[in-house]
């Protein structure tokens, strides 16, 4: 079991995620008392009686001013048995572009619905796109419960409902669990209530403590993958000739003694050593910020990847791709784009739009004109320089990517490589 938990929320405006994480940091005494107090004074202003948890996370003005979150907040809390990051993502659908940021490297998430309301068309958005991003874990928190005259078997309702959707965008059942509880009052938080007799699990933290996830699942099902984010060369007294190619390992492990592969150029190479700055490893895993020492003195620069020899992608200049488009001017057809994939950014123009899929009815639009924003399809692309890119369903650190505006900068598409919706029941838009 992971020491380290990756968590993000998400879920419909007023679902109560904020009261939610709010009441999983007091209950696990991850704030401070002054912090409690401040919230305690705010809450008093406006007249509530006891201390409305959402204000320990809703810390931006406008969100405290309208009550709702508009940016994801990375809270840390811990209990004796794990530690965790979770995502606090907003819950608006022009937002949604959040969520998958937020979503992206979460390796639970907890999707909140109302009981009121049950399962609407935001919960269907967002379990579709966590499916997409391949999030291994899924809670539906059915929040709220004490607002219902009947909690059991509105419960069991919308148990059933999100049962069958999540069947179909390819979870199995194991990997998806329903919790009630109310956030405001605590129950099935911390612990079990009993208010619920008709719930028999875990309280939702005791879920989280021990529920089963690899952290690093996603990333040791290829070799070595080390894009290169800066050339290290000191050229001082003490370090005339030293040439290091510092950057994070995103799959693999690698070791001294290593063959490697540099792409795109295709040079091999071994590894001398592993540098940090606490001294040499012998070994660096996913997730460790290294510099490589490499044995012959080749031409290696920021974008560029080492890779295991043994396991060497061959660079791409033309794939598919699921793409959900976070821009407000729609995609369309031969937009010339930037794609920022791993430390490589390079111009990309964007061929056929094959296909838009709708997350309602689990259905697909063939040949759409244009991709609008919170839009999920699937397109064809050609970059001007090759990339060593890994299908998405391999792994999702090195099958992922960016598609940016190139005039502005700003993040217009979060891509995967490969056919993301070949997991989920998709019927023709015809049947839909």
Known sequence: MSDLLRLATAGSVDDGKSTLVGRLLYDTKSVLADQIDAVTRASVDKGLATPDLSLLVDGLRAEREQGITIDVAYRYFATPARSFVLADTPGHVQYTRNTVSGASTAQLVILLVDARKGVIEQTRRHAAVMALLGVPKLVLAVNKIDLVDDPAGVFARIVAEFSELTAKLGWAAEDVVEIPVSAL????????????????????????????????????????????????????????????????????????????????????????????????????????????????????????????????????????????????????????????????????????????????????????????????????????????????????????????????????????????????????????
């Open 185 to 432: 009052h605590g129950d099935n938080v911390a612990s079990r209530s009993d208010k619920t007799p008709y719930y028999t699990g875990p309280s939702l933290i005791e879920h989280l403590e021990s529920v089963p996830v690899d952290a690093d699942s996603t990333r040791h099902e290829v070799g070595l993958r080390f894009p290169v984010q800066y050339v290290i060369r000191p050229r001082t007294a003490e370090y005339p000739d030293y040439r290091g190619y510092a950057g994070q390992v995103a799959a693999g492990t690698v070791r001294k003694g290593d063959e490697v592969v540099v792409l795109p150029s295709g040079t091999r190479t071994t590894v001398e050593r592993i540098d940090t700055p606490n001294g040499e490893l012998a070994s660096a895993q996913p997730g460790r910020s290294v510099t490589l020492v490499l044995a012959n003195d080749v031409d290696v620069s920021r974008g560029d990847t080492i890779v295991a020899a043994h396991d060497a992608p061959e660079p791409i200049e033309s794939f598919d791709a699921t793409v959900c488009w976070l821009g407000d001017k729609p995609l369309r057809p031969g937009a010339r784009l930037l794609l920022k994939h791993g430390t490589r950014t390079t111009q990309a123009i964007v061929g056929a739009l094959i296909e838009r899929f709708d997350e309602q009815h689990l259905s697909a639009d063939p040949a759409p004109e244009t991709l609008a924003l919170n839009d999920i399809g699937r397109i064809s692309i050609r970059v001007a320089d090759p990339i060593a890119a890994d299908d998405y369903s391999v792994n999702r650190y090195t099958g992922s990517f960016l598609l940016i505006d190139p005039a502005g900068g700003n993040t217009l598409a979060a891509g995967l490589v490969g056919d993301a919706l070949t997991k989920v029941e998709v019927g023709t838009e015809a049947g839909a």
